[in-house]
Nanobody, 115 residues
Framework: QVQFVESGGGLVQAGGSLRLSCAASGIAFSAHAMAWYRQAPGNERELVATISSTGNTNYADSVKGRFTISRDNAKNTVTLQMNSLKPDDTAVYYC?????????WGKGTLVTVSS
């Protein structure tokens, strides 16, 4: 059974930091590309950052220089380090895996940034 457990969300003041983690089970984690998405109230879900199975990363322009995605294949975990947070970063954050045409999603963790 595939399961993703996201953690690390919460309430933080603008300028602060949070570290999100997504622990995966039931998949060959090292073979999967991983990503973080977010969805703010009333908005569509948007891509935040990706990391390939070989460790290549990409970021949305809105988070470049502030967020860092990383993976630990030994622990089946993908992490999103978020610094210099802004109120616009407030959203539910989801991790996603992709291998070939198969994708899996976590249930999300809420990040709220107060001004």
């Amino acid at each position: 059974q595939v399961q993703f457990v996201e953690s690390g969300g919460g309430l933080v003041q603008a300028g602060g930091s949070l570290r999100l983690s997504c622990a995966a089970s039931g998949i060959a984690f090292s073979a999967h590309a991983m990503a973080w998405y977010r969805q703010a109230p009333g908005n569509e879900r948007e891509l935040v950052a990706t990391i390939s199975s070989t460790g290549n990363t990409n970021y949305a322009d809105s988070v470049k220089g502030r967020f860092t995605i990383s993976r630990d294949n030994a622990k089946n975990t993908v992490t999103l380090q978020m610094n210099s947070l802004k109120p616009d970063d407030t959203a539910v954050y989801y991790c996603k895996s992709r291998y070939s045409y198969t994708t899996y999603w976590g249930k999300g963790t809420l990040v709220t940034v107060s001004s």
